[in-house]
């Protein structure tokens, strides 16, 4: 999960974060947010654009290419496994509340969440109880004059005027193409958990984080050791930075319990990497894994293997 999972942002609040969109913006967002900890749902009725594509030839680590629906259950596979609730639900609008979000569905959900990522490429007319026009601009269709989504409403990073909500999709960052718009997931996500840890008490710089996992034998003697760590964070300290000793203290350890947690030995990586092929396997047609199977063998047999 990419190192010790922090503490929920706020326990007033069902969720820490509300993602309405489970599409490669929104899954790829929820994947971020959950394996930092934050508790986060994704609402998805299965409406992502890229269902109405026939075939996906062009998303990288997929040679021949990827059916939507193999792609889909891939996406919504991950989110689950990073931690996310994955609900087949549609929201059908969010309005503020007691300084976060409540969230309706068209089921009767109600969901109170600190923060919240619209990852919907289509309308946003869930967003209308803001009453912020400058969401929506007017258009003319067949005569008619319309309204939508004003792509330009996000900032580059996801952020909007609305403290705590987040565009990843519609916005002008986020193109037709389904890479991207997982890649403008990442970053909306990357965005929401620096603001949520500068919330938590750490001060720029320290609001940036990195989602890796490392080999152990990359961690030399020299930041093996805790206090290496502590000087390193003690650097990186802006002046007049507001926080207690005890509270700085307590921020550092955490932070490097998690830094040391993303070093895996050897015999670690290669469970992940085992694992890893065999929940992907999980996703493929069983005709297909047994007929392959069965062309292994055959190739054994015929060249002498045991």
């Known amino acids: 999960m990419g190192g010790p999972a922090a503490p929920r942002e706020n326990a007033e609040f069902d969720r820490d974060v509300v993602i309405v969109g489970g599409g490669p913006t929104g899954s790829t967002a929820g994947v971020f947010t959950a394996r930092y900890?934050?508790?986060?749902?994704?609402?998805?009725?299965?409406?992502?654009?890229i269902q109405r594509c026939a075939y996906l030839e062009n998303f990288p680590g997929f040679p021949a290419g990827i059916d939507i629906e193999t792609l889909y259950e891939l996406l919504h596979d991950h989110a689950a496994e990073a931690g996310c609730a994955v609900?087949?639900?549609?929201?059908?609008?969010?309005?503020?509340?007691?300084?976060?979000?409540?969230?309706?569905?068209?089921?009767?959900?109600?969901?109170?969440?600190?923060?919240?990522v619209a990852a919907t490429r289509y309308g946003g007319e869930y967003l209308r109880g803001f009453g912020d026009e400058?969401?929506?601009?007017?258009?003319?269709?067949?005569?008619?004059?319309?309204?939508?989504?004003?792509?330009?409403y996000p900032e580059h990073d996801g952020t909007t005027p609305i403290e705590g909500?987040?565009?990843?999709?519609?916005?002008?960052?986020a193109d037709r193409q389904a890479i991207i718009a997982a890649g403008r997931g990442a970053r909306v996500a990357i965005t929401?958990?620096?603001?949520?840890?500068?919330?938590?008490?750490?001060?720029?710089?320290?609001?940036?984080?990195?989602?890796?996992?490392?080999?152990?034998?990359?961690?030399?003697d020299e930041w093996s050791d805790r206090d290496r760590w502590r000087e390193h964070f003690r650097d990186r300290l802006p002046d007049g930075h507001g926080r207690?000793?005890?509270?700085?203290?307590?921020?550092?350890?955490?932070?490097?319990?998690?830094?040391?947690?993303?070093?895996?030995?050897?015999?670690?990586?290669?469970?992940?990497?085992?694992?890893?092929?065999?929940?992907?396997?999980?996703?493929?047609?069983?005709?297909?894994?047994?007929e392959a199977a069965q062309e292994l063998e055959a190739d054994r047999r015929s060249s002498g293997g045991d």
């Open 37 to 49: 900890g934050l508790d986060t749902v994704i609402f998805d009725r299965g409406r992502s654009s």
């Open 165 to 173: 909500l987040y565009v990843a999709s519609p916005s002008r960052a």
């Open 87 to 116: 609900v087949s639900d549609l929201v059908e609008s969010v309005e503020r509340e007691d300084g976060g979000f409540a969230v309706e569905t068209q089921d009767g959900r109600r969901v109170t969440a600190r923060r919240v």
């Open 244 to 290: 207690s000793e005890e509270r700085l203290a307590e921020l550092c350890e955490h932070e490097i319990d998690r830094r040391l947690a993303t070093y895996i030995p050897a015999d670690e990586r290669e469970r992940r990497a085992e694992r890893g092929q065999r929940r992907l396997v999980a996703h493929i047609d069983d005709d297909i894994v047994l």
């Open 134 to 152: 400058a969401m929506f601009e007017t258009y003319e269709y067949d005569g008619e004059e319309r309204h939508r989504f004003d792509r330009s």
């Open 192 to 220: 929401l958990v620096e603001e949520a840890r500068g919330d938590r008490g750490y001060p720029e710089p320290l609001t940036d984080r990195y989602d890796w996992v490392r080999r152990e034998s990359a961690l030399d």
